[in-house]
């Protein structure tokens, strides 16, 4: 098994399917992560970030990343990485 982090970019192009990149990161999505044993690792700054642009008001786009991870979730392969020890004292 395998970890692999994402930024922004390839979780928008997952998921929205207008996103110049979606055919290609719906390939690598689906070669790592549909059969195989990897584990998605994402980010809260990279979700906000995703989420807060061009996926909030695009409901398909959240459906399907939701779905997505609910199956990844249930198979103990999807990880949201904190970020909260490095902003402990800037705020």
Same mark, same amino acid.
């Given at each position: 098994?395998? *970890?692999?982090?994402?930024? =922004?970019?390839?979780?928008?192009?997952?998921?929205?399917?207008? *996103?110049?990149?979606?055919?290609?990161?719906?390939?690598?999505?689906?070669?790592?992560?549909?059969?195989?044993?990897?584990?998605?690792?994402?980010?809260?700054?990279?979700?906000?970030?995703?989420?807060? =642009?061009?996926?909030? $008001?695009?409901?398909?786009?959240?459906?399907?990343?939701?779905?997505?991870? $609910?199956?990844?979730? @249930?198979? *103990? @392969?999807?990880?949201?990485?904190? *970020?909260?020890?490095?902003?402990?004292?800037?705020?």
């Amino acid at each position: 098994m395998s *970890d692999f982090c994402v930024d =922004t970019g390839f979780l928008l192009g997952i998921y929205v399917e207008s *996103d110049q990149y979606h055919a290609r990161a719906s390939r690598y999505f689906e070669e790592y992560f549909r059969a195989g044993r990897n584990r998605l690792i994402v980010p809260w700054p990279i979700l906000y970030e995703a989420v807060s =642009t061009r996926m909030v $008001k695009n409901r398909p786009a959240m459906i399907r990343m939701e779905n997505a991870w $609910k199956r990844l979730s @249930r198979q *103990d @392969r999807l990880e949201m990485l904190s *970020d909260l020890s490095s902003r402990r004292g800037h705020g």
